[in-house]
């Protein structure tokens, strides 16, 4: 499989959405030297004299090659002078094989490593720890970053490994990738993902591999056909004459052989390049029991059956999950592996949709994530400022396939595309996954992933904070919005126990009134059970203020909710400096990464007003760009 560029075709382009604060949810998405390793094809001779007792002359030698393996005798009278290596020279060299000589050794400062370029094999990043002004070691600061990149990396990552920890995730093979150049590479990172602490259930696809048995045999007339969402038939093939890419096989007994073949060898192949991995990885005791792969009947399935006059026969879709089965396997500390193959209770075979069936058994086992891997290299960006969609609310990826005329069928398993022929092949690709990521949602996943086929991407896309995919997320967000005039009687009487604890200033409803625009609320079913306020300031500056979350909903995440959209609303409008004041509920705000600082810190017109009395605490936090919400949210909303 060739991956070249992504080439503007390639790219897909989505609706321009709104970015006014209204709207704020819409597009949240060495120096060290090397040394060469000697060739071991090349020989460097070694004159030894030949063991004493031994059938040779005393004038042979023994030619030993430079990795120890004997290549040639020679003899002719060789003089016991030329033997440049001794006994007692052997023996000096294997000590100091583990042994230094401690006369060699002396202590230097570290920025001379760097002027030598001798830093650690290249892994220290050339940065001198001292500032130039002082020569003593420079004071620990949580803020400052390492000065050896992996450790950077590795930090970054720690939050995502965490949270990633025993969560189940499904993934998506499609046949396709099974030809590709770096597919070992990718089961080496499912692999990683495993030892990491994740769950993996992986489903893979066998489509390619049997539309290449039926082109070759060519003795079957069209046995596909594609469906609309009403469920009446459309020609298999688009204006160019070429077969739909929404279309769905009818598998008749010929082909269900094809395919019970096919999806046995896409299954023995991951099982083969996986069991490689995961040995490489965490079994290198023979004796463990955990890191299999294992393989079986955890779903049913069941048949399409007869559409507008159309027979599937054994084309179906999946019925069951047997969760507690897989759960068991996954507790075991093992990895699922599933085909396109479901059994009926009746003990027929079908054939199934694999990407509906990991929508489906992602939904069942309440995955964390769904990740969806594409056979091409293709990303979504946005058509006016050209800048890329990595993060989609699946109220925005129904709207995008809503405007490209998309339809997926949830119930059986197909999509349709009203205006398939003038879609190139990689838009339709990517359209589907995206369709296939929102059922996934829909059925409870609470993230889902579309990555391309690059080496080392779904290590990016999972493990740090840029990613290299599209991520889309639940509406974590949904309910909360500006609050109005007939909201001030229930703000206020949310706020007022606090106020009367003396946690919050005073706020008259003829105040709230007044300043209602600048309030945000959490509804649900028309009640309020969580507020706050946020105020803009110059030089990118906002406060948020009144944040309260109704006794009877807390620790249940609506108070990281409502302090999340306020933050991504300030990002939005321009304001990255972000600070709160507070007497009573420092800690909550420090475990959120905000930081104390002084009041000489906060905007001009904001430190007029500063109420010296009550002093309250002030506590800031800076968010650089809005990848830093989405990771965390990971914390809050798992």
Not at 127 to 133: A, K, L, R, V
Not at 564 to 572: M, N
Request: net charge negative; with cysteine; glycine share 8%.
């Amino acid at each position: 499989m060739k991956h070249d560029e992504v080439t503007d075709e390639e790219i897909l382009s989505i609706p321009s959405i709104d970015t006014n604060a209204n709207a704020i949810l819409a597009q949240n998405s060495t120096d060290g030297e090397i040394l060469p390793i000697p060739n071991s094809d090349t020989k460097t001779t070694t004159k030894v004299p030949p063991p004493q007792g031994g059938t040779d002359s005393d004038d042979d030698a023994v030619t030993i090659s430079s990795v120890g393996r004997t290549v040639g005798a020679q003899s002719d009278g060789i003089d016991k002078a030329d033997f440049n290596v001794s006994a007692p020279d052997l023996s000096r060299a294997s000590e100091a094989v583990l042994a230094i000589d401690p006369s060699t050794i002396e202590i230097i400062p570290f920025s001379q490593l760097s002027e030598e370029g001798m830093v650690l094999g290249g892994a220290y990043s050339g940065t001198e720890f001292s500032d130039g002004e002082t020569d003593s070691p420079p004071v620990a600061s949580s803020k400052r970053k390492s000065l050896f990149s992996f450790v950077n990396m590795f930090r970054g990552s720690a939050t995502y490994i965490a949270n990633h920890r025993n969560t189940i995730v499904v993934f998506h093979i499609p046949g396709e990738l099974l030809e590709w150049e770096g597919f070992s590479d990718l089961m080496d990172d499912i692999s990683l993902c495993w030892l990491l602490g994740m769950k993996p259930v992986v489903v893979v696809g066998c489509r390619t591999q049997v539309d290449d048995r039926l082109m070759e045999s060519m003795d079957t007339e069209c046995d596909i056909t594609s469906l609309s969402p009403d469920g009446k038939q459309v020609d298999c093939q688009d204006e160019e004459g070429t077969v739909r890419y929404d279309s769905v096989r009818v598998t008749d007994l010929d082909t269900l052989r094809i395919v019970k073949e096919e999806a046995g060898f896409v299954r023995f192949e991951v099982e083969r390049q996986l069991g490689r991995s995961l040995y490489r990885h965490g079994l290198m005791d023979e004796d463990s029991d955990d890191g299999n792969i294992v393989s079986g009947n955890f779903f049913s399935a069941q048949p399409y059956g007869v559409i507008d006059g159309l027979d599937f026969k054994f084309t179906g879709f999946p019925r069951k999950v047997e969760t507690d089965k897989i759960k068991q396997v996954l507790n075991a500390h093992d990895i699922v592996l599933l085909t396109s193959l479901g059994v009926s209770p009746s003990g027929e075979i079908f054939n199934v949709n694999t990407e509906h069936l990991a929508s489906f058994v992602a939904g069942a086992l309440k995955a964390t994530k769904v990740i969806y891997f594409t056979t091409n290299e293709i990303a979504f960006r946005e058509k006016e400022n050209k800048k890329l969609v990595q993060n989609l609310r699946v109220s925005d990826a129904r709207k995008v396939l809503q405007y490209n005329n998309v339809t997926v069928n949830q119930a059986k398993g197909f999509t349709y595309f009203e205006h398939d022929a003038r879609l190139p092949l990689p838009t339709k690709e990517a359209f589907v996954k995206l369709g296939w990521c929102v059922s996934s949602l829909e059925r409870g996943v609470k993230r889902a992933h579309i990555i391309s086929p690059i080496n080392g991407a779904l290590l990016q896309e999972l493990y740090t904070r840029d990613g290299s995919g599209t991520l889309i997320s639940r509406d974590i967000y949904e309910g909360i919005r500006v609050a109005d005039v007939g909201d001030v009687t229930g703000i206020f009487e949310l706020i007022e126990p606090l106020v009367n604890a003396g946690t919050l200033v005073p706020r008259p409803k003829n105040v709230l009134e007044k300043e209602i625009e600048s309030y945000y609320v959490f509804t649900r079913d028309s009640l309020i059970v969580a507020c706050a306020q946020i105020k803009l300031f110059e030089n990118g500056f906002a406060e948020i203020g009144c944040l309260v979350v109704k006794k009877e909903y807390r620790s249940q995440g609506r108070g990281d909710a409502m302090l999340g959209y306020l933050e991504r609303l300030s990002v939005q409008v321009g304001c990255a400096n972000i600070f709160v004041l507070s007497t009573q509920t420092m800690e909550w705000f420090v475990e959120r990464d905000f930081a104390p600082v002084s009041v000489d810190d906060l905007p001009p017109s904001r430190q007029a007003i500063y109420n010296h009395v009550r002093k309250s605490k002030i506590y800031m936090k800076r968010i650089e760009d809005k990848r830093e919400l989405d990771a965390a949210e990971l914390w809050w909303d798992r």
